[in-house]
């Protein structure tokens, strides 16, 4: 059964003053949405502004989901009404790039689907690990017609280049763990089994180091590779627009027809179904 809508939460658990855990527990397929901005948003705010925090390590509660995609059934001015971020990007976005210059390191440990919103949140992280078995990460929202707006056009070309980053935006599929480190959407893939250990060992060698060197660090390398904001404010314009096209509103009408928002076949393999929409 279901949680009801007072339970469904983005956990923070301080394990140690200096790593904090952030869990994504959004029954029954982590869904993302503007009901969950103001719980994003709060947590975003505490990484920046605790003197002590140095690793923030995002994970997922909900067996077979690290985070998924947007929240199509939300009434479209429940987004649109939004005040914008402290960058003047919208909120999603927003937290995206303060989530990427923050003065922590930020890890995404991926077990299960990081699609859509789960894979722009893990692209904004500092570092990516995903389950060899259990990973799947992709932007599929051209399939159903829809332009990604939380800034993978601005990053992936930076991680794997031009050609794999279009290949993983207009070909909209799903891409498991061993592939994602090939092409450098993760650092890593690992099994399953050795996941959580690495993850943890990892996020407290780096706790356990100088915080000042560790932001300034940080700092640097964010110079050499992270995309301005100009960059990036132009993808949630164009996802709010092309969400309201009447192609795009009848391929996903036909996504709901089949499943979508709904545990099973259509969200567990959503990029095979997206690649169907245009034979039916």
């Known amino acids: 059964m279901s949680k009801p809508n007072s339970d469904r939460q983005i956990r923070l658990e301080r394990h140690l003053p200096s790593y904090w855990r952030v869990t994504f527990d959004l029954p029954p397929l982590n869904i993302f949405g503007p009901k969950e901005i103001p719980q994003l948003e709060a947590i975003i705010e505490a990484i920046e502004s605790d003197d002590r925090v140095k690793v923030v390590v995002f994970d997922s509660a909900i067996e077979g989901v690290f985070l998924t995609h947007y929240d199509f059934l939300s009434k479209l001015e429940e987004t649109t009404s939004l005040p914008l971020g402290q960058t003047g990007l919208q909120p999603l976005p927003d937290m995206l790039a303060r989530l990427s210059r923050a003065p922590v390191v930020s890890i995404a440990s991926i077990r299960g689907r990081a699609t859509g919103v789960g894979s722009e949140l893990a692209l904004a992280s500092d570092l990516r690990f995903a389950s ?149």
């Open 132 to 280: 060899r078995e259990k990973a799947i990460l992709s932007q599929w929202e051209v399939g159903a017609g829809l332009v990604p707006g939380g800034g993978p056009m601005a990053r992936l070309p930076r991680l794997m280049g031009r050609g794999r980053a279009l290949e993983v935006l207009l070909g909209a599929d799903d891409i498991n763990g061993d592939i994602a480190q090939m092409y450098g959407y993760v650092n890593r893939s690992l099994p399953d089994s050795e996941l959580d250990a690495f993850v943890d060992a990892l996020a407290v060698r780096i706790a356990s180091f100088d915080k000042h060197a560790i932001a300034e660090t940080k700092r640097l390398v964010n110079i050499a590779s992270l995309p301005p904001d100009a960059e990036i404010a132009p993808e949630w314009d164009a996802f709010i627009s092309s969400l309201q096209r009447p192609a795009t509103q009848a391929r996903i009408s036909k996504l709901m027809e089949l499943g979508f928002h709904q545990p099973g076949d259509v969200e567990t393999r959503l990029g095979h179904y997206v690649g169907q929409l245009g034979n039916s």
